[in-house]
């Protein structure tokens, strides 16, 4: 299975700012999400990024507050802009394989101050 | 978006004891994965069953899967004090996963 990495693991961040979290994958992949975990809870879906297109929102999550870049075929980023402390969560990014398993990122721990 | 619950919210077993959570789900799937997700940290895919199959195995995870009744369940035989952690069903539909509400599961020594 592909290997994934995210930076920052955590950050402690004050409200108003922005925030930019990477993905690296040790292998080509073409669909590349990213979930938020909010405390407490199960994960949320909040968009879908491929390599060459422009990112695809789910209802409720919007490209001015969660922009997405996607250069190439292992690496993305999500900024969570204009930061409030409902933004708190744990933002995870996956990569679906071949099999169409679905694998994870050890996730980054986000508080807003 | 989550479209599924599961049941228990919470199981605390004995150690050498077996665990059964169940999950439910709303719409047709291509196939149902479980994750394991411990303290908060990422997630650990535990097995993936397919829609046109009905039960599967992995060491100590037994998954079943019922489309008629949109459900699926994952039983853990023998458990241990590591596989306390948190459980999550996950269907997936045209390349998306939607999550269950996951069960906490806590194995006593």
């Known amino acids: 299975s592909a290997v994934i990495s995210q930076k920052p693991s955590r950050d402690i961040c004050q409200r108003g700012t922005s925030l930019t979290i990477q993905c690296q994958v040790d292998?080509?992949?073409?669909?590349m999400f990213w979930y938020r975990q909010q405390p407490g809870q199960s994960l949320t879906l909040i968009a879908t990024?491929?390599?060459?297109?422009?990112?695809?929102?789910e209802s409720g999550f919007v490209i001015d507050k969660f922009p997405i870049s996607r250069p190439n075929l292992t690496f993305s980023t999500l900024t969570v802009s204009n930061m409030s402390p409902e933004d708190s969560s744990i933002y995870l990014c996956?990569?679906?394989?071949?099999?169409?398993?679905?694998?994870f990122g050890p996730g980054t721990r986000l508080t807003v101050t | 978006s989550q479209q599924g619950e599961e049941d228990p919210q919470a199981l605390s077993i004995q150690e050498g004891e077996n665990a059964t959570m169940n999950c439910s789900y709303k719409t047709s799937i291509n196939n149902l994965q479980w994750y394991r997700q411990n303290s908060g940290r990422g997630l650990v895919h535990l097995i993936l069953i397919r829609s046109n199959e009905r039960e599967k195995h992995s060491g100590r995870l037994r998954v079943t899967l019922d489309t008629s009744k949109k459900s699926s369940s994952l039983l853990i035989t023998a458990s241990r004090a590591a596989d306390t952690a948190s459980y999550f069903c996950a269907s997936l539909n045209d390349y998306k996963l939607s999550f269950g509400a996951g069960t906490t599961v806590t194995v006593r020594a």
């Open positions: 292998s080509q992949v073409t669909m």
């Open positions: 996956s990569v679906e394989e071949i099999t169409e398993e679905q694998y």
């Open positions: 990024a491929n390599q060459g297109s422009e990112a695809t929102y």
